[in-house]
């Protein structure tokens, strides 16, 4: 029983234009989300967050938007650039106390094509 | 500063065998989690560290496994009789704990293979 997931396994993407990577959640108790993006033998590197309170957070070429009625949240990139390929997986912590740990999607690999 | 290193970066190991997987924190983290990725799955949460002691075990998939962190610091993660089904990716990251919002910077994670 998946509570965050990213149905797009795989996205290809022309350099300069925009990258929308999806993310939808089940649990109402998640209160914050993050997006994580790893290269190939690394561990994830954080990249972008956002309360619950806010729908959009902004910082540089990367927005994170937050629906929280659809539970849905989306990752945008702009201008897409080749260092930019990389597996963004969505992660989100869960209000209710007990577990800090956070509950991660699948991933999806974003391909920047020259 | 140095970030969170693991060790070893790949085990390979025969069924049935015990595996010792070791994770050192960014100095001053207060906070220590440990996560797994099997193929083709996201990042699986097992345990994780307030200090030295585990206020949340819930995440650990059966009693082959357990965690100890001793001085705040460097943590194991032990695995008891491994099965091929243990073969995974196993992470583990720190945050210096400022509130529950804090990001967590992951290490490089150590490449479990069970023959």
């Known amino acids: 029983d998946q509570q965050v997931k990213q149905n797009s396994p795989s996205l290809s993407v022309q350099e300069g234009r925009i990258s929308i990577l999806n993310c939808d959640y089940t649990?109402?108790?998640?209160?914050?989300f993050l997006w994580y993006k790893k290269y190939p033998a690394e561990g994830p590197t954080f990249l972008i967050s956002?309360?619950?309170?806010?729908d959009k957070n902004e910082d540089g070429r990367f927005t994170v938007f937050l629906n929280k009625s659809a539970k849905h949240l989306s990752l945008h990139i702009v201008p897409s650039q080749p260092g930019d390929s990389a597996v963004y997986f969505c992660a989100a912590r869960d209000s209710g106390g007990g577990a800090d740990g956070l509950t991660f999607g699948k991933g999806t690999h974003l391909i920047i094509q020259p | 500063g140095a970030g969170v290193s693991q060790s070893p970066s790949n085990k390979v190991t025969e069924k049935g065998k015990d595996v010792e997987l070791r994770c050192d924190p960014i100095s001053g983290h207060t906070a220590l989690y440990w996560y797994r990725q099997s193929l083709g799955q996201g990042l699986e949460f097992l345990i994780y560290?307030?200090?030295?002691?585990?206020?949340?075990k819930s995440g650990l998939p059966s009693d082959r496994f357990s965690a100890e962190r001793t001085g705040g610091s460097v943590s194991t993660l032990t695995i008891q009789r491994t099965q091929q089904e243990d073969s995974a990716v196993y992470l583990c990251a720190s945050s210096p704990w400022q509130g529950r919002t804090n990001e967590q910077f992951f290490g490089p994670g150590t490449r479990l293979t069970v023959l």
């Open positions: 560290f307030q200090g030295n002691s585990a206020p949340d």
């Open positions: 649990n109402s108790m998640f209160d914050y």
């Open positions: 956002i309360s619950s309170i806010k």
